[in-house]
């Protein structure tokens, strides 16, 4: 229990938006239990070894804001989900933190149990290796974590990591800002960031859409996931 509290203070003082991570102060030092060295047998073999080498040796790791993507959603989608928003870009510690907590602990994770919950997409990290990615979707309240690789997507039943999910989650989307296209503005980083007032006109008219799906999907949302069964009727291999 001191370990978990500790964790999540450690958390709460990592999470900062992209635009003011130069700003922040250092969070209190965080130690991973030496006892979790390698990612989980059941988790290597489920998404295989290249999608885990890119979480291994990530050299950046990026946050974005998801949801269930609807029939009439027009706007930007990451792994056939609607992208809602950038939420920054993940430092070493937490990259660390992740890793160490949701996938090396076998205390926090239930293999072969299917939670009767609805798997509710909220928060992707895209761990970057080169120009190769592994994708891992953390789910809550249904507490779950899934990795995408190579059209291929594991997902794993994280309920004992409900606390550490929580703290993951809640301060990024509290954080977010709107998905900046780099392709529609020219650049090679995998965030775009407006660098001329024009391309700022160009990033709200383009995102306008987008924002107003969100607010209309608030209302709703509750109803449309109480009805849906799974996630997108995807089988669980939890």
């Known amino acids: 229990m001191i370990r978990i509290l500790a964790l999540l203070i450690t958390l709460a003082g990592t999470f900062v938006p992209y635009s003011v991570a130069a700003q922040a102060e250092p ?6 239990n030496p006892e979790h060295t390698t990612i989980l047998e059941e988790i290597s073999s489920a998404a295989g070894p290249v999608a885990i ?5 990530a050299e950046q790791v990026f946050c974005y804001q998801i949801a269930n993507r609807p029939e009439n959603y027009t706007g930007y989608t990451l792994d056939g989900m609607a992208l809602v928003g950038f939420c920054g870009v993940i430092n070493k510690e937490l990259q660390t933190m992740v890793t160490s907590e949701l996938m090396m602990n076998p205390d926090n994770i239930i293999f072969d149990v299917t939670e009767n919950c609805v798997i509710r997409p909220q928060i992707m990290l895209r761990f970057v290796r080169g120009v190769d990615y592994t994708d891992v ?5 249904c507490h779950a974590f899934a990795i995408f690789y190579g059209g291929k997507v594991s997902a794993f039943n994280a309920k004992p990591a409900a606390p ?3 703290a993951l989650i809640n301060p990024l989307i509290s954080g977010k800002v709107d998905f900046a296209s780099p392709a529609l503005l020219n650049q090679l980083l995998p965030i775009g960031i407006a660098q001329t007032e ?6 709200e008219q383009k995102n306008a859409p987008v924002r107003n799906w969100a ?3 608030t209302a709703a949302k509750e109803k449309a996931d ?3 069964k799974g996630w997108n009727k995807l089988k669980m291999n939890m």
């Open 215 to 217: 607010k209309e999907q």
């Open 53 to 57: 080498a890119n979480i291994s040796g």
């Open 198 to 203: 024009e391309q700022q006109k160009l990033l």
């Open 27 to 32: 969070a209190p030092a965080w130690q991973p």
């Open 226 to 228: 109480n009805a849906r």
């Open 164 to 166: 550490i999910i929580d």
């Open 137 to 141: 979707l953390l789910s809550s309240p």
